[in-house]
């Protein structure tokens, strides 16, 4: 929370302590040569068939603004890790790198470069953390929401998960994600005030507790809220209903009530009872919506048995990403010095160098493959990445959400139905490696073996 | 991150819409007579056979510093959602009520409440949101943590986890809910700072990577940091630990590296194979630290193994509990105006009224059940709620985390060995409910039925 944060007014130090030794060694070895690093996921979670990139925007406001003051100096210099040379160093410290990345709403496959910094290795380096922290929750969490907006096929999908998500910063974070995946509205005031998302919400439990009974309780809420939506789970559903009706019939053309909300029991038994009864009293402009513990699969189950509800409040599930609660998310070196870099280590290889994402897609626009490239290649299709910070300057400073928003609908739009299901798709979404990026990552590789081979023949002459 | 969360100083409005709109209606009934809301889980997740209460303070500085600015009302105002006497009465909110809780560190069972919230019912409901946030998260995380620390049996664990953590603030709490279960240190700067933790961090891949071979990293990096851990497995671990011992070699008596560290491949072969080379080099003082997709199943089942590892860095698993990644935590309407209330929606029952949690123990001190109990019982046992704020003010301002840490470890090392244990226990802790808990239960679900009957009877009448 705002207050209980620590002292911190930067974000230099949200990163791990080792970003800033290696800092200072690479000053130490005075190592200044540029550095290209890319963020990407090594595989997606078996339930998703892809994820939609999100966190772009946040990621590059922390870029632009980092610098360290003299609170987070003095820290780092009572850590005792730190020469009196690089703390000076650091007072001036900015970002002055280059970022390519895929624009926020584009779907995006296992090995495909999310964002890449390119930058002295010190600057590359220390924003690893704070950058991939950035963009795994937003990324996560809009891949997610995206299922759910896909499952509820068209109906209203309200972000209810503030008070189960993990933390202030990912609660408000996650209703940007959502938004851009889809989702309607948002519970969550704070989060609708700082990106200017649709705010939603009704009434709790405890507020029809509060009352001597239910009836009194709708009487009260609908004397504020005339066109609201009354929650009737709380002592017995169908019972809730026919206070919903006497209600109607009570104010009679003053009734302006939008929906009944259902939050426990049988939803598909319960839905179609409520629907029965609001139709049989004529309140056929009365919705029903759902809430309660839903994910997609629960909505899809709902929506396939042709269950008579209008929307859905989805909290916990969609909030934590309850299936799939991280992505194996990597920021890796690819090439320092203008010389392509990989890790060697097993189970964790990853390609070299900056590269570019091809989108093969159908004269329909419908997206067929992918192909992952070096750079500086120009194949068919539609890349994906772009230059999107030069010299540690946005290039585009005002972000439109909703532009954002629309975005994400047509490309999702335009994946093969079975990519964009929420079952998992059997074969999954085709990414190719380019001839010449699989002949480069031999090429580096092969060099870097040698290197080693040299290395440890030196070792065992010493 | 603090530049982008959007225009909020304060936590006001960090908080659901509902919340709001009920408390207008409230403010419009007149209803301003003292609720009770008690904070509890209702079932442990499969994988927990306790939690560990965390989060208590920052829900107190919550509290204590609530308070709508002007930006806040303006943005309410442009809701349209508000009257102007409501947004008025808003300037002033404070929050006056009465906090009771266990303290942090303290092991929980289902249904316990981890905390009691008693004030004017518009000022109970507005905090639903951010103290169910602010608990969850931390409950969840110190939960977690205890059990990677007891897999560890002693070894040093540390916290990797905030790349992937779900956003900064989660992040920054995690390191300090860690502390608590006893966590050794976190790679978290940030954390670090705003709690006074240790923090602990060497070299990633990308620091060997950057020079000609990984010989020239690791005498780069131990000309800045003598006594590193060496991260050995950037290209081939065994050639790596190789490079290790002939460093030493070189260095002579300037040799200080603390440890190696493994991140890949088979930990358990690694490890053996890492041990008796450096043995063999008379290098016994060297470590063997393990990292990369850590959590306690796997650390136990290394540690069962006889694997010689010293100390592990824990990221992704532990960072969003990713077993059990929420909690089903509830903040519930038990008292209304001095009468008992609940919920009598199926599945979601709860039980009324400030309560208080009994611990039997042994003469030893060791835990053997608990009874929930009326806040007025006095029972055999240890009584663990306690009242930490009266009329918005808390009654001990000054946290020693260090102190919550050291109960923590007892009430932990209190528990029964299978409740402890990684492995689901069979049966659960016992959790009895009071006689006269019950009865009162009883007693208020027949008062409320009676009231809903009524309810019907009238609505059938009209």
């Not at 690893?128 to 759910?148: D, G």
């Not at 992505?327 to 890796?332: G, R, S, T, V």
């Not at 500086?376 to 439109?400: A, I, N, Q």
């Amino acid at each position: 929370m705002a207050e209980t944060d620590g002292p911190a007014r930067t974000d230099a130090l949200f990163t791990d302590l080792y970003e800033l030794t290696m800092m200072q060694s690479y000053y130490a070895e005075d190592m200044h040569d540029r550095a290209a690093f890319s963020l990407f996921v090594r595989e997606l979670p078996e339930n998703r068939n892809y994820l939609l990139a999100a966190g772009l925007d946040d990621a590059l406001s922390y870029l632009e603004n980092l610098r360290f003051d003299d609170a987070d100096i003095a820290y780092l210099r009572e850590l005792g890790q730190f020469t009196p040379d690089f703390l000076d160093w650091l007072k001036d410290f900015r970002f002055t790198g280059n970022v390519y990345a895929v624009p926020e709403g584009t779907p995006v496959f296992e090995n495909e470069p999310l964002l890449e910094v390119e930058a002295p290795i010190a600057q590359a380096q220390l924003v690893e953390t704070a950058v991939m922290n950035i963009v795994h929750v937003q990324t996560l969490l809009a891949s997610k929401a995206a299922r759910v907006v896909e499952a509820a096929k068209g109906k209203a999908v309200v972000d209810f998960g503030a008070r189960r998500i993990h933390g202030r910063d990912a609660a408000i974070k996650a209703a940007r994600a959502y938004h851009i995946a889809g989702v309607n509205a948002t519970s969550n005031v704070e989060a609708g005030r700082a990106y200017g998302i649709e705010v939603s919400g009704t009434m709790a439990h405890s507020y029809i507790e509060a009352f001597a009974n239910e009836a009194e309780a709708f009487a009260a809420f609908t004397r504020s809220y005339p066109e609201t939506v009354l929650l009737v789970d709380t002592y017995d559903t169908v019972q809730g209903v026919q206070n919903v009706i006497d209600l109607a019939r009570k104010l009679g053309e003053d009734f302006q009530v939008r929906a009944i909300r259902l939050d426990s029991g049988d939803l598909l038994a319960l839905s179609r009872k409520a629907r029965a009864m609001l139709d049989e009293a004529g309140l056929q402009d009365v919705g029903v919506f759902a809430s309660g513990g839903l994910d997609e699969y629960k909505i899809a189950e709902l929506l396939e048995a042709g269950a008579p509800i209008d929307g859905f409040g989805v909290g916990t599930a969609m909030g934590v990403s309850e299936d799939a609660p991280s992505l194996e998310i990597a920021y890796k070196l690819t090439a320092y010095a203008g010389q392509g870099r990989l890790k060697l280590s097993p189970g964790k290889a990853s390609y070299p160098g900056l590269k570019q994402v091809f989108r093969h897609e159908s004269p329909e626009g419908h997206a067929i493959r992918d192909t992952l490239a070096l750079h500086s290649e120009s194949l068919e299709g539609r890349p994906l990445s772009e230059c999107v910070m030069r010299e540690g300057k946005r290039l585009k400073p005002d972000t439109d959400l909703n532009a954002i928003r629309t975005y994400a609908a047509e490309q999702i739009a335009a994946l093969p139905p079975e990519i964009r299901a929420i079952q998992p798709a059997d074969p999954p979404y085709p990414v190719k490696i380019s001839t010449k990026l699989e002949a480069y990552t031999e090429e580096v590789r092969t060099y870097l073996k040698g290197l080693e081979r040299r290395t440890s023949g030196i070792n065992s002459r010493s």
